[in-house]
């Protein structure tokens, strides 16, 4: 009797890396089963068996995307000891990542689901969760520069924190619609003007 071949070996990792891009690219809801399987070049069964369902697979999807891309945005946010200084890094590596054309437009955490609400799916708590860790992490940096001196004591950390995430939210939409590297660097610019200006203004 024909020995029957063994299987070809399934690179778990680069089917991830796979469908990271696609759901990157197209969002959770708009990124068909089909579209998966094809892009990840296995069959229904042995993506169920390697991932569980559709939904862990885009959790694990947005844990790579965390562990890989942009890292070098929040790297620079702690790295740079003056808050002007890491503030302008931290939105200048977001517009130059924004806008690499190696990659999807925009940022993953922002984009990949439809925003929350009654009938939204759980996914979209998966990228909230993410968004909020990357709020209190500009938080803890502005608070890092009130403990320093370099911000007054009464400043506003949570307010400047939901300022600055919220540009960089706007920065991946804009760069979804097509802007160019050279617009979002100057919205990167402006928004280091704003907090030169904060900080001198409580000088």
Same mark, same amino acid.
Not at 98 to 106: H, I, L
Not at 131 to 146: G, K, P, S
Not at 160 to 182: E, N, P, T
């Given at each position: 009797?024909?020995?029957?071949?063994?299987?070809?070996?399934?690179?778990?990792?680069?089917?991830?890396?796979?469908?990271?891009?696609?759901?990157?690219?197209?969002?959770?809801?708009?990124?068909?089963?089909?579209?998966?399987?094809?892009?990840?070049?296995?069959?229904?069964?042995?993506?169920?068996?390697?991932?569980?369902?559709?939904?862990?697979?885009?959790?694990?999807?947005?844990?790579?995307?965390?562990?890989?891309? %942009?890292?070098?945005?929040?790297?620079?946010?702690?790295?740079?000891?003056?808050?002007?200084?890491?503030?302008?890094?931290?939105?200048?590596?977001?517009?130059?990542?924004?806008?690499?054309?190696?990659?999807?437009? %925009?940022?993953?955490?922002?984009?990949?689901?439809?925003?929350? %609400?009654?009938?939204?799916?759980?996914?979209?708590?998966?990228?909230?969760?993410?968004?909020?860790?990357?709020?209190?992490?500009?938080?803890?940096?502005?608070?890092?520069?009130?403990?320093?001196?370099?911000?007054?004591?009464?400043?506003?950390?949570?307010?400047?924190?939901?300022?600055?995430?919220?540009?960089?939210? %706007?920065?991946?939409?804009?760069?979804?619609?097509?802007?160019?590297?050279?617009?979002?660097?100057?919205?990167?610019?402006?928004?280091?003007?704003?907090?030169?200006?904060?900080?001198?203004?409580?000088?």
């Amino acid at each position: 009797m024909e020995r029957r071949g063994r299987p070809r070996a399934f690179d778990r990792d680069a089917a991830l890396q796979r469908a990271m891009e696609l759901f990157w690219e197209n969002g959770f809801e708009e990124t068909s089963m089909t579209d998966l399987t094809d892009a990840m070049g296995i069959a229904s069964p042995s993506l169920y068996a390697a991932f569980g369902s559709k939904e862990a697979l885009f959790r694990e999807a947005v844990d790579r995307y965390k562990g890989c891309v %942009g890292t070098e945005i929040w790297e620079a946010l702690d790295r740079e000891p003056d808050i002007v200084d890491a503030i302008g890094a931290f939105l200048m590596n977001t517009a130059r990542s924004y806008s690499d054309e190696a990659t999807p437009r %925009g940022c993953m955490i922002v984009l990949g689901a439809r925003s929350a %609400g009654p009938s939204s799916h759980p996914v979209c708590d998966t990228l909230k969760r993410h968004r909020a860790m990357n709020l209190d992490q500009l938080r803890r940096r502005f608070e890092r520069a009130v403990a320093d001196r370099q911000l007054p004591t009464q400043f506003d950390c949570a307010a400047a924190a939901a300022f600055y995430a919220s540009l960089q939210h %706007g920065m991946s939409i804009v760069a979804r619609d097509g802007a160019d590297a050279a617009t979002l660097e100057s919205i990167a610019i402006a928004g280091r003007r704003s907090c030169a200006a904060s900080r001198d203004a409580g000088a």
